[in-house]
């Protein structure tokens, strides 16, 4: 991903008004972060642990979705959840289902979209091997690399495309 500035980023999101996109809080250490190794940037709000926010690198410039992270599930350490993005297992709780309204009047109506995703968005750095989750190792797959990146890709544009009714 190429790397983004603050004015970017708030002026990306297609699913909340501009009031909000200004308000929000942006992930730290922007000029620090791996860009080279980053396919969306992702990160929580830490202020408000149920809000979450997406930016995607898409063909006409940045896209950035608000998203909600569901609240009071207990999940198990016992079992694990696969992110729908990276198909990256997890204990515990480290997939959340992130929901984000639509984009346009359909959002306005209250039509929302949603996915399992690594709670900490940071799919990039598990699939590049960067970060690791709390199970030991990621599941070995048959897919180079290059391969799981990519699919990991599509899988993204897949819920961008939701968002802004595009699929």
Known sequence: MKPVTDEQIRASFVNCTKGEAQRLHLPRGLADLPWDDLDFLGWRDPGAPDRAYLVAERPDGPVGITLRATTGIRRTVLKSNLCSLCITAHAGSGVA???ARRAGQAGRDGSTVGAYMCADLACSLY???????QLAERVSESLTLEE?????????????DQVLQLG
Do not use: E
């Not at 699939?127 to 989750?133: C, E, P, Q, T």
């Open 97 to 99: 289902l992130l929901a």
């Open 127 to 133: 699939v590049r091997g960067k970060k690791r989750s």
């Open 148 to 160: 799981q990146i990519l699919r990991t890709r599509l899988n993204l544009d897949a819920f961008v």
